[in-house]
């Protein structure tokens, strides 16, 4: 006459994922219009472009770029205001990003 077994529960035993989606708002490819672009030696394809609105009213572009990672090859996107002179992306994954640290070639 022992306990009653209990009856199995639902397993729960899977892993989560976790893995980072990053979601590009691409209208299909090369949709963006913008050519790929290099920056110190990585090259960077064009995604999608992100319409944002600023305080004051007036509208930034933002284009998000396809890159891989300079350190562990994955490929990230990284958004950069279209109208920055500079283009500095970020040049590692979300994995390897440090602020303030930047990669030596
Ligand atoms: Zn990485």
Request: proline share 10%; glycine share 10%.
């Amino acid at each position: 006459m022992g306990p009653p077994e209990i009856e199995g529960r639902p397993g729960r035993a899977a892993p989560h994922d976790l893995r980072l989606t990053i979601e590009a708002n691409n209208n299909g490819t090369g949709e963006s219009g913008q050519a790929p672009r290099l920056y110190r030696g990585q090259s960077y394809r064009a995604v999608g472009e992100v319409r944002h609105q600023r305080l004051d009213g007036s509208e930034a572009t933002i284009v998000q770029w396809e890159s891989a990672c300079a350190q562990c090859g994955a490929p990230f996107v990284c958004a950069v205001p279209e109208r920055s002179r500079k283009f500095q992306p970020n040049r590692r994954c979300q994995k390897h990003k440090r602020p303030g640290v930047r990669v030596r070639p």
